[in-house]
């Protein structure tokens, strides 16, 4: 019964596409992290640690159930709050995670329509796709006119677009001012996931949909996540009031889901005071990822301009992503490493992230590593 598994494990790991879990201590061993998504350094805060520690000794260590079904507390109304007020969204619902919130948007929205997603997404927009059972049409990344074609050919009344803001490994970013105008020429949605741009994009880390200045626009719906620049965990629909009674009267991720725990409830919380009393912090990050790249591009390394704090080092194959990822730990950085089908064959990649709080002595370590990648 079980052969299947195994061959299929055996046909992974001769193409170097096995994964494995590996356990670390607080302190990522000693190594310096250049693989978290922790963009603003806000994760180890001690700020953030003694909101989430006063916030349990109040409210406990879960939620205990549905937010329809035990109520839903004070402290997530307050989140919800400050994170439309911070991003100038109508409104906002918490979710126990990104990902969740992603699949309650797409899922729930585009049911009934025709959901038009870049080819980029991320996993969470592509199951969440899957699950609208909507009929989907995927585009060629960042390709205006194939989603001008989809939309002007469809037979739907409806029509939803999805996209990364910041996509998770390239690092580019979507052209949201764009895609706005196709949507309210077609009469559809726009669904912008800012997983990787809220707290880096925008002079005060507010993302894309409000750097583009369209933070006012009905038809547009924002989804975030609290476990990158906001050091926390779970995540958000940011959008119109009809958009947040939908999610909250059908959303199926939101309806049979715990709700999110009060300790990352008050530890986002935090976060977003921290934003807007220190503005500069998404500038830092950004110019941590600009010098990362730089460096990279003088060692001859494959890379691009980054829009937030994604940098991606293209390598190839999966065992020269692996190699170099090895390399990388054995001179003291830690860094993400991406093999398909995280990535398309033959762009296996690191995965660097810039964080705010990165030194001049830790740029020094991170070159020192790329080189010894570049050179082997």
Request: net charge neutral; proline share 4%.
């Amino acid at each position: 019964m079980l052969d299947r598994f195994r061959t299929a494990a055996a046909d992974r790991r001769a193409a170097g596409l096995r994964r494995t879990l590996w356990s670390r201590g607080p302190d990522f061993d000693g190594l310096l992290d250049l693989a978290s998504n922790d963009y603003l350094g806000l994760a180890r805060d001690p700020r953030l640690v003694e909101a989430a520690v006063a916030a349990t000794r109040r409210w406990g260590t879960g939620s205990t159930g549905s937010r329809l079904v035990t109520g839903t507390t004070s402290l997530h109304t307050e989140l919800e709050r400050a994170l439309a007020d911070f991003c100038q969204a109508p409104g906002a619902l918490v979710f126990s995670s990104g990902y969740l919130a992603n699949l309650a948007a797409v899922a729930t929205l585009g049911r009934g329509a025709v959901v038009i997603s870049d080819a980029g997404n991320h996993a969470s927009i592509v199951d969440a796709c899957r699950l609208s059972r909507a009929r989907v049409v995927v585009t060629p990344h960042k390709d205006l006119p194939a989603m001008e074609k989809a939309l002007a050919n469809r037979h739907e009344e409806h029509a939803v677009l999805v996209t990364d803001a910041v996509f998770s490994v390239d690092g580019d970013m979507a052209d949201i001012s764009a895609m706005s105008a196709l949507a309210v020429r077609h009469g559809a949605l726009l669904i912008v996931d800012e997983a990787h741009s809220l707290g880096v994009v925008g002079q005060q880390g507010q993302g894309t949909v409000h750097s583009s200045g369209l933070f006012r626009e009905s038809h547009i719906v924002r989804t975030i996540t609290l476990s990158k620049s906001l050091g926390s965990q779970g995540g958000a629909v940011l959008g119109a009031p009809e958009v947040i009674e939908t999610l909250i009267d059908t959303g199926r991720s939101f309806i049979f889901d715990t709700g999110l725990a009060p300790g990352p409830v008050a530890a986002a919380l935090t976060a977003v005071d921290i934003l807007r009393n220190q503005p500069d912090l998404p500038g830092f990050a950004r110019a941590r990822a600009s010098e990362l790249a730089a460096t990279a591009r003088e060692l001859g390394l494959e890379t691009n301009h980054p829009a937030g704090a994604v940098v991606p080092v293209v390598l190839g194959a999966p065992e020269a992503a692996l190699g170099a990822a090895a390399t990388c730990a054995a001179h003291g950085v830690r860094v993400g490493c991406f093999r398909p089908p995280s990535v398309p064959d033959g762009r296996s990649c690191l995965r660097l992230t810039a964080r705010a709080n990165l030194s001049s002595d830790d740029l020094a370590v991170i070159r020192h590593a790329l080189t010894a990648v570049a050179e082997s």
